[in-house]
């Protein structure tokens, strides 16, 4: 599954901040919300972009406050609700005023960006993320954001493999689920 360079990358920072920003649970123990969002959010999108700058501590908090409104889409699709979702996404398209435009920078090709001149960090990002999420939904492959199902982790994913068959945020989780049944297997034998 590839869209275009840029938006997957937008998708792949929309995990990246639901993930980074978001309070509930990873690989089995509590995820707290960060005591520093402003270096939470840099992780995020340092893990897609590398030399992002740093973001501030009011612009994480800002970050976190759309990542827990991007987190119900996710949230919305595991639970195969898409009209909830394609809603949450179209009020943030809404209220961000996301638009296309052709952008050319740090040596990059021209390519698409979503958001206008002159807002905030997050409200481009949010316009951004909201896009990328739009663009997945309204594809044959929006069953292709999930939330983890292993136990007690509720962090997200979008599934870029050939098959769709992902379940788990990470290899981590399905190590342990695996490791989990294989142990259960094993008592009854």
Not at 42 to 49: A, C, D, E, F
Not at 102 to 126: C, I, Q, S, V
Request: with cysteine; proline share 4%; charged share 25%.
């Amino acid at each position: 599954m590839d869209y275009n360079s840029h938006t997957d990358a937008v998708v792949r920072v929309t995990v990246a901040l639901v993930n980074a920003l978001t309070p509930g649970e990873q690989r089995g123990r509590a995820f707290p919300a960060p005591v520093d969002a402003g270096a939470a959010a840099t992780g995020g999108l340092r893990s897609v972009y590398p030399a992002y700058r740093e973001v501030t501590a009011a612009e994480g908090t800002e970050l976190a406050e759309v990542a827990a409104r991007l987190r119900t889409v996710f949230v919305a699709v595991a639970a195969a609700d898409i009209d909830t979702a394609a809603t949450r996404v179209n009020e943030l398209l809404e209220e961000t005023r996301a638009r296309p435009m052709l952008e050319k920078h740090d040596g990059e090709p021209w390519h698409l960006h979503f958001h206008g001149r002159g807002g905030t960090m997050a409200g481009d990002w949010a316009a951004s993320c909201a896009t990328g999420l739009a663009i997945v939904l309204g594809s044959e492959f929006s069953d292709r954001l999930g939330v983890c199902t292993a136990p007690h982790c509720d962090r997200v994913y979008v599934d870029v493999s050939r098959n769709g068959t992902r379940r788990f945020c990470s290899t981590a989780c399905q190590n342990r689920v695996k490791t989990a049944a294989f142990r259960a297997r094993s008592k009854t034998d």
